[in-house]
C-alpha cells in the first residue's frame, strides 16, 4: 500500500513499483485488517455459499459467556488464519466477562511482512443481546 504511486503506474511499470511498494502505511493496514474482522464477526457458518466455513457458529445469548467463549475464540483464530493473510500466530484471549452474557476478547497478532515488530491488539466485546464489536 503506497501513497505515492497509482495502480496504473504500478501496471504500466511494475519493476519500478516494487521499490516503491515498500513504504507502507500502517494504520491504513490495520483499518483494512479490522474492517475485514468486522466483516467475518458479522458473518455465520453456512450463510455464504461459496465459502461455508466463513464467519462465527451462531451464538446461543442464553449461555454464560464462559461456555460461548470456548467456540468463539477457536472459531475466530481459524477464521483469521484462513482469512486474514497479513496476519500470523494469531491468538485469542478471554479477558473479562460479567460470567453471564457478556465480555471481551483480545486478539493478539504478528503482521506478516511488516519491518516494526508487527504485534497487533484489537479488543472484542460481545454484549449480552449477541451482538459483537470491535474495537481497535
Request: proline share 3%; hydrophobic share 45%; no cysteine.
Amino acid at each position: 500500500m503506497s501513497t505515492n504511486i497509482s495502480l496504473l503506474e504500478r501496471i504500466r511499470n511494475p519493476k519500478g513499483a516494487s521499490a516503491a511498494l515498500g513504504v507502507v502505511d500502517r494504520r491504513a493496514v490495520l483499518a483494512s485488517i479490522r474492517h475485514n474482522l468486522e466483516r467475518i464477526l458479522a458473518s455465520r457458518v453456512d450463510h455464504a455459499a461459496a465459502q461455508l466455513e466463513l464467519g462465527l457458529p451462531s451464538l446461543n445469548v442464553d449461555e454464560p459467556f464462559s461456555e460461548i467463549v470456548v467456540g468463539l475464540r477457536q472459531a475466530i483464530i481459524r477464521n483469521l488464519l484462513a482469512y486474514e493473510p497479513r496476519l500470523d500466530r494469531v491468538n485469542v484471549l478471554h479477558v473479562q466477562g460479567d460470567g453471564q452474557r457478556q465480555g471481551s476478547l483480545v486478539i493478539d497478532a504478528m503482521l506478516k511482512d511488516d519491518h516494526d515488530g508487527g504485534r497487533i491488539s484489537i479488543e472484542v466485546t460481545l454484549d449480552r443481546f449477541g451482538h459483537i464489536s470491535v474495537k481497535a
